[in-house]
């Protein structure tokens, strides 16, 4: 029987079943420039695993049906174990089987853009798996600090084979690892941390210490290992903290409850104690804050890459909502105001796919000195700008679905999840104002030897040089800046946001068309800056802008 009483009518048909790499012509120029011939095949039917139904049936039901804390078994024993859903297991084997972790660290030059265009596009999918995913990736190569634990553990780290047990590293197919820095009184600053580390005595996995104390945000708790840092006589160390011992025991690590978040809702983030853990030292006593940096620079990459990807989804589910649905006589995205929209979300999200590849470009060569110094000014740029913009677009794109954006429906309200997560990453890894004062001291060590990153951002911005009057003037003002020094903290942000923009107009003249270049120059270069989405001079390319955006 039934109990109709009208037909439903003007409802887009979703976004399922395209292919998340063929339909997006940013990253795939972009990766033409980084990589030109590389083959696109992997990348293609990645693509079209991460569209399918299926995948995002699983990123749904792992959001709704979120990590379980179970600190002790019925018989009263501490387990300290966190139960995931199976789609959550079916999404974080997907990624590893994809290389998306340490791979790269064992594959030769390109892997790491490889890897950012992969991480870029699956956070389109689900990002919250990736948090593990990205900490493994950023760790790797911080333990070669550590010799013999290198040894033992990096074919795990890099194997594409994932394995959720938790069991000793021998007997596993595949390991993650995660990071441990916060505490209750400091993130930003840990030289505040006050958990302690005791040295016991050397064994084969070298400087063995005990660790006690407690970490405020400890998230992935059940990755196999994790880097963390304590307090020693001669400051700040970073340590291996394995959750399994060598001889099988469970280590002394308890999680205390895992947090309620606004967003992220399948990764677990948890707070942890440890009650005497056992640790190995990595590094020397004292040099653990250079350890948390260079850690940092990988985990800060991936909060770009994932940032460029949550708002290459919401443009994509922006453009289908509005290309379908219809008001007052043509669809949506035919409203000259719409197309202003439209055209200005597709711009923001291209110059944040752009940044971020050439981030990874940067960590891809490592072994280039000017490549090191672009990685130096790049990484608090992109981290800043990228997640910056990124909340802003998520709202803009949800509201271009009317109230449906807003709606979740049992965890369908793919667009709701990305406006949850987006601030997330602009918070954890070295927040904005963070990012900003990062910079600034980047920009302020020239130390004459090579070692100038005044002089490789201008030499990055040079390859463009004469190609608009608009970017031209931009830079000009920018290097007269920088000329007296990189100004005081107050106006840390303004620099990080125009070195952003300048290196972003700067990459679409590279690899976009000039239709975009153009209408980026214009509305970001002009009229102190980025306004609210939708404020696209006239006579610009609207057609041509949505178009090349279109996801499918
Ligand atoms: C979901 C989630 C998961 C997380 N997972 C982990 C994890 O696995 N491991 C881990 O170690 N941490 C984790 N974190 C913690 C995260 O990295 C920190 O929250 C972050 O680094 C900020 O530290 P804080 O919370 O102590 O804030 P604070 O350090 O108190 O900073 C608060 C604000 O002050 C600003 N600020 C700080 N210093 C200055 C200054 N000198 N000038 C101007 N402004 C300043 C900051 O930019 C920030 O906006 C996680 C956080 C979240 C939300």
Redesign the pocket.
């Known amino acids: 029987m039934t109990m109709a009483t009208h037909e439903v009518t003007n409802q887009p048909v979703p976004l399922v079943g395209h292919n998340v790499y063929a339909g997006d012509r940013a990253l795939r120029d972009a990766l033409a420039f980084h990589l030109p011939g590389a083959d696109e095949s992997g990348r293609t039917s990645l693509g079209a695993l991460l569209g399918s139904e299926a995948m995002q049936t699983h990123a749904r039901l792992a959001n709704v049906h979120r990590p379980q804390l179970h600190t002790h078994d019925r018989f009263g024993h501490r387990v300290d174990t966190v139960e995931f859903h199976p789609s959550y297991h079916a999404l974080i084997g997907s990624a590893i089987e994809a290389g998306l972790h340490a791979t790269p660290w064992a594959r030769g030059p390109g892997a790491h853009v490889e890897r950012a265009a992969a991480f870029l596009m699956f956070t389109q999918l689900e990002p919250s798996v990736l948090c593990p995913v990205s900490m493994t990736y950023a760790v790797t190569p911080a333990l070669r600090d550590n010799a013999p634990v290198f040894a033992a553990w990096f074919d795990k780290l890099a194997s594409t084979r994932y394995d959720p047990r938790l069991a000793f590293v021998g007997t596993k197919t595949g390991v993650t690892m995660?990071?441990?820095?916060?505490e209750k009184q400091?993130?930003?600053?840990v030289r505040a941390n006050t958990t302690r580390a005791e040295f016991t005595g050397d064994d084969a996995w070298g400087a063995c210490y005990r660790l006690t104390g407690h970490?405020w945000?400890?998230?992935a708790p059940m990755c196999d290992a994790f880097l963390v840092l304590a307090q020693t006589p001669a400051g700040l160390g970073c340590f291996f903290l394995p959750r399994v011992l060598p001889d099988g025991r469970m280590n002394a690590i308890e999680i205390q409850r895992l947090?309620d978040?606004l967003g992220?809702q399948a990764n677990a983030?948890s707070e942890v104690e440890f009650n005497g853990a056992l640790a190995w030292r990595v590094g020397e006593e004292g040099r653990g804050i250079a350890q948390i940096l260079e850690m940092g620079t990988l985990t800060r990459l991936d909060c770009a890459l994932g940032t460029a990807g949550l708002m290459r989804g919401a443009v994509a589910l922006a453009l289908n909502h509005a290309s379908q649905r219809q008001a007052f006589g043509k669809a949506l995205s035919d409203q000259p105001l719409m197309k202003n929209v439209l055209a200005d979300l597709a711009l923001e999200s291209e110059a944040a796919t752009a940044l971020a590849m050439r981030l990874a470009r940067a960590v891809d060569k490592q072994d280039d000195p000017f490549e090191t110094l672009m990685r130096r000014v790049l990484t608090p740029v992109a981290k800043f700008w990228v997640c910056k913009r990124g909340s802003a677009l998520a709202q803009e794109a949800m509201e271009c679905l009317g109230g449906n954006g807003y709606v979740e429906e049992h965890g369908e309200g793919v667009m709701a999840r990305i406006y949850r997560e987006m601030p997330?990453n602009s918070?954890?890894?070295?927040?904005?104002?963070?990012m900003a004062?990062d910079l600034m001291r980047a920009l302020r060590k020239r130390d004459g030897r090579g070692g100038d990153t005044v002089q490789a951002l201008e030499a990055e911005l040079a390859t463009t040089r004469g190609a608009s009057t608009v970017l031209d003037r931009f830079t000009d003002a920018l290097f007269a800046r920088l000329a007296d020094g990189a100004g005081d903290e107050h106006d840390a942000r303004r620099l990080a946001q125009d070195v952003a923009l300048a290196v972003q107009a700067s990459l679409l003249r590279r690899h976009a068309p000039d239709f975009t270049f153009d209408a980026f120059c214009r509305s970001r270069l002009t009229d102190g800056g980025p306004q609210v989405f939708g404020t696209l001079p006239s006579g610009l390319a609207f057609d041509s802008i949505i178009h090349r955006a279109m996801p499918q």
Do not use: C, P, Q, V
Not at 186 to 189: A, K, L, N, T
């Open positions: 995660g990071m441990g820095m916060t400091g993130g930003s600053d970490k945000f400890f998230s947090k978040k992220n983030s997330l918070i954890w890894e070295g927040a904005g104002n963070i004062l």
